[in-house]
């Protein structure tokens, strides 16, 4: 795909049946990708229902895998790759935003962790920003990654974090929605979501860069400001493929200011993965979603776009929706969608 396509008007009806969900769960950021067996498997978060949408999954996300015999789903839920472990640990109680690949014959799972030192919260327990518990899990999101020779495990899972957070920095709150970008040598890009302290409390969300030569590491920053100002470019959930000649990207448009549509994605180019500009057609999809019967519905939430590469252009754009006017705590269902991709 080039700045001369436009993936918006590619974008086929959506499956009514298709995707990941899974009664009893939010379910969200699924990162798909064809397994050894020649079948679809789909890395999810997913966290209980008796906690709200958000801030739930700080607490209590896992990582689980569903499969598929064709890319559009439905999927069917196989297995919990990273649930809960010892808080003592980096990622003890929360697994999120995973982001899958395959790298020299191994599969590389990005993802967010977090922890923190308070008692688990009950069913019968409100839960809330306010919560110790979410303040504490939130100021612990780090990225890391755990890695396999099978798409279906077992699953290495480091300590320690591949990104930390640096003191007197943009990053020195958190790092997290990981947006791995596996160049044709090996070395890897990392687009990755961080904030820094402001006081005793977190400031905007912006956007950095890290390069590591192998998955494992060691990454180091790129850049010692963020890649995007929020006041210039202010995005959310990248999504980065290197087409053989430059950087693309699609991701979330946090206002709307850059491809008309409040939450809509964007499509920008960059020629090393630091500097960009938005595409001749920057609207790369939209809420509005058509379906299969032939009708158009809004979505309410729209986010953590991922595409499926097959033969080396993208297929299917996988998003995490949910129902409702808009906004986490207006959903009362949420699951992973799929949307095929017209050829070029």
Known sequence: MTS???LAD???????????RMEGYWVWCGSVIRGEDGRFHMFASRWPKHLPMHPGWLVASEIVRASSDTPEGPYRFEEVVLGARSPAYWDGCSAHNPHITKQNGRYVLYYMGSTHPLPEVSPVEAFGLDDP????????????IATASSVFGPWSRPDKPILETRPGK????LTSNPAPCVNPDGSVLLIYKARAYVGREHGQMTIGAAWA???????????????FQPERFHIEDPFVWNNGLQYEMIAKDMDGHLCGEKHGGIHALSPDGLAWHLSDRPKAYSRDILWED???????????????????????LFAA???GPGGFRHATETWNMVIPIAPE
């Open 133 to 144: 518990r979410c303040i504490v899990a939130r100021a612990g999101k780090r990225v890391g």
């Open 4 to 6: 001369n396509a436009s």
């Open 10 to 20: 590619r974008l086929l009806p959506a499956p009514l049946q298709g995707g990941f």
């Open 213 to 227: 030569d192998q998955a494992e590491g060691p990454y180091r920053r790129l850049m010692e400001e963020p890649v």
């Open 294 to 316: 032939g009708v158009t519905r809004r979505m309410g939430q729209l986010e953590r776009p991922f595409l499926l590469f097959q033969d080396g252009r993208p297929t299917h």
């Open 321 to 323: 929706t949910a129902d």
């Open 170 to 173: 943009f990053d020195s709150y």
